[in-house]
T-cell receptor, first 113, second 116 residues
Framework: GQQLNQSPQSMFIQEGEDVSMNCTSSSIFNTWLWYKQDPGEGPVLLIALYKAGELTSNGRLTAQFGITRKDSFLNISASIPSDVGIYFCAGRGGSGNTGKLIFGQGTTLQVKP | NAGVTQTPKFQVLKTGQSMTLQCAQDMNHEYMSWYRQDPGMGLRLIHYSVGAGITDQGEVPNGYNVSRSTTEDFPLRLLSAAPSQTSVYFC???????????????FGSGTQLSVL
């Protein structure tokens, strides 16, 4: 079945640093999404991408839908302590919008003040 | 707005016991689903529903049952709990049953289940 590989698995950075993480798929996706999970809570949608090459920002977060449709990237600029959490990529393939959503393994981010 | 409400927050079961995890949403969402979260595995889809009276299996459905008698509620039943079902369970909903929009999920805060 479809699989997503998300990297890195974890990151420990200094406050103020920029962060990059990515997700790759063994097959083509027509939708990519990025969710964030705060400790003890459910994931919350950050950014949704629907078109190859699309670049979308949400505050300090920027995500891109890879041109091959098999990958996506999330960047966080000038990290702050509240950026701590688990970041999940999710993708959907299939024709139209009928495919199931597949989640990556998650990237755990820790920020040192 | 309450959003997606899951109960209980924590549960400990013995092997072989049965129980139901409750999920309710007050957003009139058509689509509801259950995921389990395990370390290094991300979120895996157990069962989902695109509307009242309609359910389907996800990636890891064995050992779980669901029903959708109303738009608001989507309970997950463990028929005979096993240690392999120790996990954090999330219920999620979206406004669209099928088609554009059902990828934008709203998650509950989770149920931490331990099976001894």
């Amino acid at each position: 079945g479809q699989q997503l590989n998300q990297s890195p698995q974890s990151m420990f950075i200094q406050e103020g640093e920029d962060v990059s993480m990515n997700c790759t798929s063994s097959s083509i996706f027509n939708t990519w999404l990025w969710y964030k999970q705060d400790p003890g809570e459910g994931p919350v949608l950050l950014i949704a991408l629907y078109k190859a090459g699309e670049l979308t920002s949400n505050g300090r977060l920027t995500a891109q839908f890879g041109i091959t449709r098999k990958d996506s990237f999330l960047n966080i600029s000038a990290s702050i302590p509240s950026d701590v959490g688990i970041y999940f990529c999710a993708g959907r393939g299939g024709s139209g919008n009928t495919g199931k959503l597949i989640f990556g393994q998650g990237t755990t981010l820790q920020v040192k003040p | 707005n309450a959003g997606v409400t899951q109960t209980p927050k924590f549960q400990v079961l013995k092997t072989g016991q049965s129980m139901t995890l409750q999920c309710a949403q007050d957003m009139n969402h058509e689509y509801m689903s259950w995921y389990r979260q395990d370390p290094g595995m991300g979120l895996r889809l157990i069962h989902y529903s695109v509307g009242a009276g309609i359910t389907d299996q996800g990636e890891v459905p064995n050992g779980y049952n669901v029903s959708r008698s109303t738009t608001e509620d989507f309970p997950l039943r463990l028929l005979s709990a096993a240690p392999s079902q120790t996990s954090v369970y999330f219920c999620a909903s979206s406004y669209s049953g099928a088609g554009a929009g059902n990828e934008k999920l709203f998650f509950g805060s989770g149920t931490q289940l331990s099976v001894l």
